[in-house]
């Protein structure tokens, strides 16, 4: 069955540290740039970080410095610090169409196959 998982998500006060997880099953993320989505009830999804195969990361205006992308292995991570309230959202992993991401990389469709999402909540 392909599939992709994220891990990680829950309750945590504003100021805080979550860290997300993303690892897939029946594909691989091997040659391929990973990008974290979220979206909140009546938003857009919105392009929050991506992370190229080769290394590159980029990341949306909102998330800039206090966010991190990183690879270990077959998994890829989303450390969230300085957390908001809103950044209260559900948080999708998606496996880039290729090795890069490109410049369109906040676009949902430059992604081929999507998690279900794990939720996160931060309170104030």
């Known amino acids: 069955q392909v599939q992709v998982v994220e891990s990680g998500g829950g309750l945590v006060q504003a100021g805080g540290s979550l860290r997300l997880s993303c690892t897939a099953s029946?594909?691989?993320?091997?040659?391929?740039?990973v990008g974290w989505f979220r979206q909140a009830p009546g938003k857009e999804r919105e392009g929050v970080s991506c992370?190229?195969?080769?290394?590159p990361t980029y990341y949306g205006d909102s998330v800039k410095g206090r966010f991190i992308i990183s690879r270990d292995g077959a998994t890829v991570h989303l450390r969230m610090n300085s957390l908001k309230p809103e950044d209260t959202a559900t948080y999708y992993c998606?496996?880039?169409?290729?090795?890069?991401?490109?410049?369109?990389?906040?676009?949902?469709?430059?992604?081929?196959?999507w998690g279900q999402g794990t939720q996160v909540t931060i309170s104030s």
């Open positions: 029946g594909l691989t993320f091997n040659s391929h740039g």
């Open positions: 992370i190229s195969w080769t290394g």
């Open positions: 998606a496996r880039a169409f290729g090795m890069t991401c490109s410049g369109s990389w906040s676009q949902p469709n430059q992604y081929d196959y």
